[in-house]
């Protein structure tokens, strides 16, 4: 099935050419917002952890609707669905990729200052800064 996807006429390559281009932008947005943190947004602070909240909701919505429709074709053996549960099982995934993602953003770090926010410093004062993962990972990656 993923020899389909390099096949295409000029038009499908522009489409991607156009896509890998809005992910270049958005690796290289984040990199200037991990950097420099929420300021670069141009937003308040509270408006950008409200995006970003609001983003996640959203997506959550969207992952348990994709699980809503999936369910009938695997509980109940209704086969009509057979042809969009796959379709349904990669929304869902992708949905909840993506809100982890939102989260890591909003935390506003990387790297060890996530399993273990002590060792971030400058996180002292966040909200997520002392939330239940240090205590979960803390002994194995601590």
């Known amino acids: 099935m993923i020899e389909k996807a390099f096949e295409g006429e000029k038009g499908y390559w522009g489409w991607i050419a156009l896509l890998l281009a809005v992910i270049a932008l958005g690796i290289y947005s984040y990199s200037k917002q991990l950097s420099y943190g929420l300021g670069v947004t141009g937003m308040g602070r509270d408006i950008s952890w409200g995006v970003y909240v609001a983003q996640f909701t959203f997506l959550v919505g969207v992952a348990a609707s994709a699980v809503m429709v999936v369910l009938p074709y695997y509980l109940h053996d209704y086969k009509e669905f057979g042809k969009i549960v796959i379709i349904g099982e990669f929304l869902a995934v992708s949905a909840a990729v993506i809100c982890l993602l939102f989260i890591l953003a909003d935390m506003g770090t990387s790297g060890p200052g996530i399993l273990c926010p002590s060792l971030s410093p400058s996180k002292i004062n966040s909200i997520l ?8 990972f803390a002994a194995k990656y601590c």
């Open 129 to 136: 800064g002392c939330s239940g993962t240090e205590w979960l």
